[in-house]
């Protein structure tokens, strides 16, 4: 899959970030970048380090982006809102317009 290869060419180095100095605050930061199916939508996550000791859990998942599958090799494009709703932005686009998208339209940053 294209996809895996803008995960691993574009958006880690783009987006991981080292761990905070141990002085410095202690914010959440992006660990790993990585895709997934799931039925016929495919996502890109990222997984988000929580340094904080009294942290519930050391890590979380954050799907940031969205191509679901509509056949004939086409897809729509959705991001994911600060309200936790899907938002389609593009519609019936080659996987290629997809990923073009997906490295320069800031809507489908993590």
């Not at 691993?8 to 202690?26: C, G, H, N």
Request: glycine share 2%.
């Amino acid at each position: 899959m294209p996809g895996i290869a803008v995960v691993e060419t574009v958006l880690k180095p783009k987006y991981i970030q080292s761990p905070p100095a141990p002085d410095q605050f202690q914010h959440n930061y992006i660990a790993d970048i990585y895709t997934k199916w799931y039925r016929h939508y495919f996502y890109f996550c990222a997984k988000y380090c929580v340094p904080h000791p009294d942290a519930m859990v050391p890590f979380f998942e954050a799907k940031f982006s969205r191509l679901e599958y509509t056949g004939r090799e086409r897809f729509n494009m959705s991001y994911m809102r600060h309200t936790g709703e899907w938002v389609n932005i593009y519609s019936d686009l080659a996987i290629e317009e997809c990923l073009v998208a997906i490295t320069e339209d800031s809507l489908f940053e993590p």
